[in-house]
């Protein structure tokens, strides 16, 4: 695929209930960031030790994404996290490499990462490691999808052999899904142009006819579609459905100096998620979306993409391959290599 990066004016949002995953891909400098980071020896902080405040609770400090964020407002709000003991801080970050370079230099103890991203940059030598996992692909619903324009001649994946298509991020992990879809449909990729734009331009790039198809994620995707947009192809639940999104990183060395308190943070979380997946707090869980993004609560989301700290060990493989497979990756990387070894993992989804 050829590829190029393209602005768009920013728009906003809303989302769904049980699981997307697409939601947080990673930007085109994600690895980069990083890597400069640690080239710069920031990887040497690996954060402060959690600090002990006075009640005998451990001080821990934790970015948060844009999207996903529910769970740990949940943990938060709810006295999960006091429950085991902690007393965390949660900051709001931005894209994936932002956020995994505030992990790396120390600024944050833990921090919700991309799977994609991570996997990518453990294989360039980041020292990161996920001690769990948080938002992940919904196998039953869509949340995200190829989406034209209304009058748009492109009917089928077919018709994008040799057009422009606008994703989050070029050859960043993210767009791999939509390989996987155009080889799938027999389309040669190589003569698919990618040109990145933010989730919130998308719907401009296509009213515009800067590209004849985008794939948008999460809230986005579900407001262009209810504008009347088309979809004529689902990916990600098609080729990645179980698979982790977004997770909770941190470094391997915070990780191995402070492994009670990572333990502490993910029984936390467990909690958390049991509440943010049980329908009967749909409520609870918009109030926190709208206040977080200073929204009216009836434009929050009806349903939110699932969340589970236990990750899918296979699931999270098969992404890792099919990024080796498209060349994002110049070796093999296993998913145990990336995981912290108490990281809660199940061999496979429903297993």
Request: proline content about 5%; charged content about 20%; some cysteine.
């Amino acid at each position: 695929m050829h590829s190029s990066t393209a602005a768009a004016p920013p728009r906003h949002c809303r989302r769904k209930t049980m699981t997307t995953r697409r939601s947080f891909l990673v930007r085109g400098s994600a690895a980069l960031a990083v890597a400069a980071a640690v080239s710069f020896g920031l990887t040497a902080c690996g954060g402060d030790a959690p600090a002990q405040s006075d009640g005998g609770t451990t001080k821990v400090k934790v970015a948060v994404a844009p999207i996903q964020f529910e769970t740990a407002y949940i943990a938060q709000q709810k006295g999960y996290f006091a429950k085991h003991g902690l007393d965390v801080e949660l900051v709001r970050g931005a894209d994936p490499a932002a956020l995994l370079a505030q992990v790396v230099s120390g600024d944050v103890n833990i921090g919700i990462g991309s799977w994609i991203n991570v996997a990518t940059s453990a294989a360039k030598g980041v020292p990161v490691k996920v001690i769990g996992g948080n938002g992940m692909v919904d196998s039953k619903s869509d949340n995200s999808g190829v989406l034209v324009a209304k009058d748009s001649p492109v009917k089928s994946l077919k018709d994008l052999a040799g057009k422009t298509i606008g994703v989050n991020g070029v050859k960043t992990g993210g767009d791999i899904p939509v390989l996987q879809a155009l080889e799938g449909a027999g389309v040669d990729t190589s003569g698919v142009k990618e040109v990145a734009i933010p989730y919130s331009g998308m719907q401009a790039a296509l009213e515009r006819n800067t590209v004849d198809a985008v794939v948008p994620a999460d809230s986005f995707y579900h407001q262009m579609v209810a504008a009347g947009y088309t979809s004529i192809s689902n990916p990600v639940r098609e080729y990645q459905a179980d698979m982790p999104v977004t997770v909770w990183t941190t470094t391997a060395q915070w990780v191995s100096q402070n492994a009670s308190t990572a333990k502490k943070f993910t029984d936390a979380m467990t909690e958390a998620v049991a509440y943010y997946n049980d329908p009967a707090h749909l409520q609870d869980v918009q109030k926190v979306y709208a206040d977080v993004n200073q929204a009216d609560i009836s434009k929050a989301p009806k349903t939110f993409v699932p969340a589970d700290v236990t990750l899918n060990v296979k699931e999270a493989q098969d992404g890792i391959n099919a990024m080796r497979h498209f060349g994002l990756l110049q070796k093999d990387v296993a998913v145990k290599d990336v995981l912290w070894d108490q990281a809660p993992q199940r061999a496979e989804a429903g297993k």
